[in-house]
């Protein structure tokens, strides 16, 4: 271990991953140190953050939240405040940064996180929107800048934990046979479809293992997280979506598994914290203390398993259609998402009305190829324009017919 401290931002440093980075770090001041912490608006929280880490920079996305965040800062003397996207890219691949943990929720964290790639980082990915949006173009950067590329998602975490890795951090897969990505099927997961159609955004912000903000607890409760792991899982060990199983475990004691071809599993445990797979990505390929509690298998008692019911949770299926049309339609698929779960986070939609928005978003938006970060920016803010549309006019969403997406509609 280098006896310099390595540096870190952390790109959405107020949400629940961006506090457990802080948590780890905090255990290691000998290690590790807050270079850049980044927020959209909550200027009280990345405040207090910034008292206790001392940053060199603090990012707000909003202008006026900097400068009110350059106020209450302005006596400490030690922290800068930057706003924008600009603001975001410097910290991102400033020179001084070993390190970026890329955490900000939604397709707004793509940019930084290609920026941090491009720049050659040591990449801790627990933003999905970057393969989901920009798969070929982020993998690409991360081979031409030789960065390296350590996946957060507990998921992908321990999918990497189980695959062969060689010594540059390039997961192989020598031997492998299937990757079996657990579920926990969320809060719904035994609820009866009628039951399902009722649910509030607090039952399903309710997860039953994990804490997480509520954009990402809607999305495990819709299923439609599974989607978004399945093609980032694809990106990051260069798989097909038919080697790779959706398996639902309830307990979410096993993150994931990796099958062999000599009839072997390998499978990764731990309780469900995610301070785990932050902790290894940080160090690896040491391990460090994380602060989680050893797991109890005795106390765990048992591990059940059961298949995915793509027909109460038409999500995955969804997200499984647009991966297999190819170009830009998973850019449409999780640009609708995320306007259709703002819209039942608000009351303005019902829980299975977000699947219905995503398809009629995906049957009325054309798919091209996105060679470019233009082209995937201007695919996504379509498919808001269109599932904003939608969202605006109920008749017209319920009333879309289903057909197969390809990408020369």
């Not at 905090?26 to 008292?51: I, K, N």
């Not at 398996?247 to 445990?269: K, R």
């Not at 059961?306 to 170009?327: N, V």
Request: hydrophobic share 45%; charged share 20%; aromatic share 4%.
């Amino acid at each position: 271990m280098s006896s310099k401290r390595q540096q870190i931002t952390i790109l959405g440093s107020t949400g629940s991953i961006g506090v457990s980075t802080l948590d780890v770090i905090a255990r290691h001041p000998d290690r590790f140190s807050a270079y850049a912490l980044t927020a959209s608006t909550s200027v009280d929280a990345l405040y207090e953050q910034c008292c206790r880490f001392q940053p060199r920079f603090a990012v707000m996305a909003d202008a006026d939240a900097a400068a009110a965040l350059e106020r209450r800062l302005r006596d400490a003397g030690v922290t800068r405040v930057l706003h924008g996207d600009a603001g975001l890219r410097q910290v991102a691949e400033a020179a001084e940064v070993d390190a970026v943990m890329a955490a900000i929720v939604g397709a707004a964290g793509l940019p930084p996180t290609l920026a941090a790639a491009q720049a050659g980082k040591r990449v801790l990915l627990a933003n999905k929107e970057a393969l989901v949006m920009a798969g070929a173009l982020f993998m690409s950067a991360v081979r031409e800048a030789n960065a390296l590329l350590m996946p957060i998602d507990s998921e992908h975490n321990a999918i990497f934990q189980c695959l062969p890795v060689a010594a540059d951090g390039r997961p192989g897969l020598q031997g492998v046979e299937r990757i079996l990505l657990t579920a926990s099927g969320g809060p719904f997961r035994s609820w009866s479809e009628s039951a399902i159609s009722d649910a509030s955004p607090d039952q399903a912000c309710a997860h039953p293992n994990w804490a997480m903000g509520r954009k990402i607890s809607v999305d495990s409760a819709s299923l439609m997280n599974k989607g978004l792991e399945l093609a980032e899982a694809c990106w990051l060990f260069d798989v097909t979506p038919e080697q790779v199983d959706i398996v639902v475990h309830p307990q979410s004691i096993i993150h994931s598994m990796v099958q062999y071809q000599d009839g072997s599993v390998l499978a990764q445990l731990g309780n469900p914290d995610m301070r785990t797979p932050i902790a290894f990505g940080l160090a690896w390929p040491e391990r460090i203390m994380a602060g989680v509690s050893p797991l109890d298998m005795i106390a765990t008692a048992r591990l059940d398993f059961e298949a995915p019911d793509e027909g109460r949770f038409p999500c995955l299926r969804i997200a499984r259609e647009a991966i297999a049309a190819g170009g830009t339609a998973m850019v449409s698929c999780n640009a609708a998402n995320e306007i259709a779960v703002a819209g039942f986070l608000e009351g303005q939609l019902g829980f299975t009305e977000i699947p219905r928005l995503i398809e009629a978003t995906l049957e009325q938006v054309p798919q091209v190829e996105p060679t470019t970060l233009s082209i995937v920016e201007n695919a996504d803010a379509l498919a808001r324009d269109t599932a904003r549309a939608l969202l605006a006019n109920p008749g017209t969403r319920r009333t879309v017919a289903r057909a197969p997406l390809s990408q020369d509609r």
